[in-house]
């Protein structure tokens, strides 16, 4: 069977083809805007019981609680992350990705010898 060469057939095709490797991609993005708009949902909820918190914490101080009393019994400060205040927050280390070819990339800085204008200072 023939091979239709004409440019529409050819367009048809490559578009096609597109089609099929941006469903592949996108097929994760529903649930991933779901997910962050949860996200979205509990920052702003933790942010609001974190205000009522610092706001119940400053009235037991007026009422003659100490911080230290306080701490005692388990009752710090909350930082804006929903941490307890003076701990820190654990980092993640960053996967750095594979490179994307095996050739070495070209220096960005040209050599000093081939621009010897550049080497004296005189």
Do not use: C, F
């Amino acid at each position: 069977m023939p091979r239709d060469t004409t440019p529409k057939a050819i367009s048809s095709k490559a578009e096609r083809q597109a089609l099929e490797l941006l469903r592949a991609r996108a097929a994760g993005i529903g649930e991933a805007a779901v997910l962050r708009h949860r996200v979205d949902e509990l920052t702003a909820e933790l942010t609001a019981v974190t205000d009522e918190y610092a706001a119940v914490l400053a009235k037991l101080r007026e009422n003659g609680w100490s911080d230290a009393e306080l701490k005692q019994l388990g009752l710090t400060e909350v930082t804006a992350g929903g941490q307890p205040a003076g701990r820190r927050r654990q980092t993640r280390v960053a996967a750095v990705p594979a490179p994307r070819d095996s050739e070495p990339t070209p220096s960005a800085t040209p050599h000093l010898e081939q621009h010897p204008e550049h080497t004296a200072l005189s």
